[in-house]
């Protein structure tokens, strides 16, 4: 009798780890025609040329970090373009890189803000609210500080900004592995799940998102949030400040432009830490979008039915079904986004470690961000905690 129970339980689990990756294969085939649709749109130039203020807050020289800051001082944008670096330390490593650039570059408008000034929590816009004081233009772009553009990235995003009804504009992106084996699987992260997820998300309007790669608004838009201030003590300040622009009405438009994000994750335990942070944030913003990505982890539901089917069966289907979808998604990206093309194995770790994180998520509220331990509230606000946690 027990076995017989045993038997009816690895069954049940067995078919419903199979009807989860079936419905995850069906969103990796919807993730293909969202990914082909919006590689098939034009980028939009702008009509005028705005005079243009891009902020770039620093911290420490990050590997690959003056390579990506050239990026943005080489824009073939037509209108005047000024260009705020700001660290908070004046033996911050990144005042040198800041330095070489503005030599390199006579032909730009350079300001260099050192100021340590605190306003919160969140290192990052404490930064922004010092340099915001020497902001001079029209339309403000703000960009983290690993992310490399193209040329054409300004005229772009000011074109996506004269859309009707865009408040915000902010753009995807695509991982850049500069630190080995690591970084490549941190890249993939991004190229295979995070891209996709979006234009699924957002082709979907059950997701409407404002990353640190970009974000770029009116001044007197940024007037309206009240200036960077009523972020100051959130994780996720990118999120927060497109949350409070819909609040104004207005939406969050996507040029049809891939930037890159510079991945440096040089150990496990770096990859580890930094991919569990922005689990365990995005689960607390927005707890419904987060569970309901859970579905889109085909491959690994698909194992673990396997598994319970005793390696027989339909579930072996299951497998070849989640692998020929996830593969087909993997191709797309590569085509039609021109991400790094990856070996099918490294394809197959990506997907488990991802599960695996998305699981960890679930365990605990505290995150360690620039060595120093929190606990996230809700909203995505950080709280401290008494003791730092262990690195």
Not at 137 to 160: C, K, M, T, W
Not at 247 to 258: K, N, Q, T, Y
Not at 272 to 293: C, K, Q, V
Not at 343 to 369: N, P
Request: with cysteine.
């Amino acid at each position: 009798m027990q076995s017989v129970l045993n038997g009816s339980f690895f069954s049940i689990v067995s078919l419903f780890c199979v009807a989860l990756s079936v419905v995850g294969s069906a969103y990796a085939l919807v993730a293909v025609h969202c990914v082909r649709r919006f590689a098939s749109r034009r980028p939009k130039l702008p009509s005028a040329n705005p005079s243009v203020t891009l902020l770039k807050p620093l911290y420490g020289h990050e590997p690959g970090l003056e390579a990506a800051l050239a990026t943005f001082c080489s824009q073939d944008y037509r209108g005047k373009v000024q260009i705020v670096f700001g660290v908070q330390s004046p033996d911050d490593p990144a005042i040198a890189v800041a330095k070489t650039l503005m030599a390199s570059y006579p032909e730009v408008a350079f300001d260099l803000v050192i100021d340590a000034a605190v306003h919160g929590i969140n290192g990052k816009v404490s930064n922004l609210i010092n340099m915001a004081r020497t902001i001079r233009h029209d339309v403000v772009v703000l960009a983290d500080s690993d992310i490399v553009v193209p040329a054409s990235y300004l005229s772009q995003v000011v074109g996506a900004l004269e859309e009707e009804g865009a408040g915000l504009v902010t753009c995807l992106y695509r991982g850049a592995p500069i630190a080995g084996v690591w970084s490549r699987l941190a890249a993939a992260a991004i190229d295979l799940h995070f891209l996709p997820s979006v234009l699924v998300g957002t082709a979907t309007g059950l997701a409407r998102p404002a990353f640190g790669s970009t974000i770029a608004m009116r001044r007197e838009t940024l007037s309206a949030i009240g200036g960077f201030a009523p972020f100051a003590d959130h994780l996720a300040d990118d999120y927060a400040i497109g949350r409070a622009v819909r609040d104004l009405g207005m939406a969050a438009a996507i040029p049809p432009i891939v930037v890159e994000h510079l991945c440096s994750d040089a150990s496990f335990r770096a990859l580890w830490h930094h991919e569990l942070r922005w689990a365990r944030t995005i689960r607390l913003i927005d707890p419904t979008g987060f569970l309901g990505s859970g579905l889109t982890h085909a491959l690994p539901f698909a194992a673990i039915g396997l598994v319970f089917a005793g390696f027989q069966g339909y579930a072996w289907g299951a497998v070849a079904l989640a692998l020929a979808c996830r593969l087909l998604l993997w191709r797309t990206l590569v085509r039609c986004l021109h991400i790094a093309r990856r070996g099918i194995g490294l394809v197959i770790v990506r997907d488990m470690l991802s599960f695996v994180v998305f699981v960890a998520s679930f365990l605990a509220f505290r995150v360690r961000w620039r060595n120093f331990g929190y606990k996230i509230g809700l909203g995505g606000t950080m709280v401290p905690l008494k003791k730092d946690l262990k690195r």
